[in-house]
Structures are given as C-alpha cells and as structure tokens.
Nanobody, 127 residues
Framework: QVQLVESGGGLVQAGGSLRLSCAAS????????IGWFRQRPGKEREFVTT????????SYADSVKGRFTISRDNAKNTVFLQMNSLKPEDTAVYYC????????????????????WGQGTQVTVSS
C-alpha cells in the first residue's frame, strides 16, 4: 500500500511558478512509477507528466512540455512537479498517482494504469 499526499498548490499570477510535492508513505516507494494528472474546471482528468521508478525516464503532455519538470527524491519518498511560466489554462486540481513499475524504462500515461491516488491540490493561475 502507498499513501500519497500532495502539497504546494495555491494562487499565482500568469507567468509565475509553483512547485508541487507528492509525499508517499511506504518502504518500497523507490519501486513505484509516479504520475501527475490534473482536472481543469468542467474537463475530464488528464495526464500531465510521469517519471519512472528509477527517475531515468520522464514523459510530458504537449501542453506542459518545456514549462513543467518532474523529479523525484527516493531518499525522501517525494516527487516534485516544478511548474514555470504558468498560464490561466493550467488552473486545475493536480493529483499524483503511483503504481509499481514493471521495469526501469516503462512509461505509464493512462489513469487506469495507476493504483494509488492522492487527494489533490488546487492550482489557480490568474490572468
């Protein structure tokens, strides 16, 4: 079992930055791939980014590529999402999710591929 807690959300002006954290419980965190998803107002939840358990591979949605960076610190059981050049359309509830990785290279981008979810953190970007 893995429990996930997101933090770091808030209100920021367009062009600003935020860093989200996803803190995980469990001794085997280093074996879990972590993904970030978001749900914008009136929209379905969508993939944002993911990182393999080793941290060696990442993948990003086109809408955030070049602006967002995912990283992990397995010693601290934490994954970070650095969000720069934020836009009003980035306003959403951001969720982190975890699943046990089957290999150090496999990338998981589908919601259905993840077994554990956090409660979400609100990010609001004002224009």
């Amino acid at each position: 079992q893995v429990q996930l807690v997101e933090s770091g959300g808030g209100l920021v002006q367009a062009g600003g930055s935020l860093r989200l954290s996803c803190a995980a419980s469990g001794r085997t965190f280093s074996r879990y791939a972590i993904g970030w998803f978001r749900q914008r107002p009136g929209k379905e939840r969508e993939f944002v980014t993911t990182i393999t358990w080793s941290g060696g591979r990442t993948s990003y949605a086109d809408s955030v590529k070049g602006r967002f960076t995912i990283s992990r610190d397995n010693a601290k059981n934490t994954v970070f999402l650095q969000m720069n050049s934020l836009k009003p359309e980035d306003t959403a509830v951001y969720y982190c999710a975890a699943r046990e990785g089957t290999s150090y290279r496999t990338i998981y981008t589908g919601e259905y591929e993840y077994d554990y979810w956090g409660q979400g953190t609100q990010v609001t970007v004002s224009s």
